[in-house]
């Protein structure tokens, strides 16, 4: 373990710290909103396992957030973020503050069509248009060849996927599994917004997934018969669906029919707090 850790504030300083690693060296790099958790840390891991050089941010990029969005209230703590970083061994984590990511007068977007305004986008339209131009200029300045990202964020991954291909960038998306709770719950930097009984709610998302799956395995095979379920157990516990959705794993396209490989992705609200969960189900 490491007993401090290398803290980069500036786009300049990060442009010159990275043009000093050679050019043999892969780079690992794992963009977050920092408040970081085991699922953040899953992704450190694998960077460390696959890269020579571990490389964090830590931004809560307000261009993500919509308008009556929870930008404001978003937790953070970097002191706690940095000491679980240090016992990481990560070798680098930029920390950059608005003024350096959206100087006055910036002007430039980077949007992924149709696939931003699917699911998610429908009620967080401006999200992924933030997602995508954030993690555009952090791949411009810090130049790793792995992007490491959880499948908590399922659509998340599709939009960039496609950006790093449209753009032709020379980086590589390596997905990581959803961590969860011991009781199922993915963990979410947004879990510290529920209260007791929130908290109890929440695990209705991960109790619809095990409700779907155990109705598919028995031979249920129309999708809004399992849906309708699904909406009813998480209705019971208080939550409110903002969707859920059988979709294409890599298209994201809906699928009309129980066969092959899908993936089912849900957002819900639980109190004034929105989560979103997703998992995999193949059928042969
Ligand atoms: P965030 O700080 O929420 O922007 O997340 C930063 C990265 O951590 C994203 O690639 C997320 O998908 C990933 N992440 C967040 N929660 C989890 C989780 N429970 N399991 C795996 N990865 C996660």
Request: net charge negative; charged share 30%.
């Amino acid at each position: 373990m490491k007993d401090s850790i290398r803290v980069i504030d500036s786009i300049q300083e990060m442009r010159e710290y990275r043009s000093l690693i050679y050019e043999t060296k892969n780079i690992g790099f794992v963009p977050t909103m920092g408040y970081l958790h085991e699922g953040h840390l899953s992704l450190v891991e694998q960077s460390n396992k696959e890269s020579d050089i571990t490389i964090v941010s830590i931004y809560v990029n307000p261009t993500q957030f919509g308008e009556n969005e929870d930008l404001q209230t978003y937790p953070r703590d970097i002191d706690r973020d940095l000491d679980l970083l240090c016992k990481y061994n990560v070798d680098a984590v930029f920390y950059p503050n608005n003024k350096e990511m959206y100087p006055e007068g910036y002007l430039t977007w980077v949007e992924v069509e149709k696939l931003s305004s699917l699911y998610c986008g429908r009620s967080r339209p401006t999200h992924f248009k933030g997602v995508s131009t954030i993690v555009s200029k952090l791949i411009n300045i810090v130049r790793p060849l792995y992007l490491y990202m959880g499948e908590k964020d399922f659509q998340q991954i599709a939009v960039l996927k496609k950006m790093i291909e449209d753009l032709n960038y020379d980086t590589y998306i390596r997905p990581c599994p959803i961590v969860r709770e011991i009781d199922g719950l993915a963990l979410s930097s947004r879990n510290a917004y529920l209260n007791e009984k929130e908290r109890r709610n929440a695990l209705s998302l991960y109790e619809a997934q095990i409700l779907a799956k155990e109705m598919i395995y028995k031979g249920e095979r129309n999708i809004d018969t399992v849906i309708s379920k699904m909406r009813k157990l998480i209705n019971e516990k208080d939550g409110r669906i903002d969707y859920i959705e059988f979709v294409d794993p890599h298209t994201l396209e809906l699928k009309a029919d129980l066969i092959g490989t899908l993936r089912v992705l849900m957002a819900v609200y639980i109190g004034k707090t929105r989560l979103i969960d997703n998992f995999e189900i193949t059928i042969n």
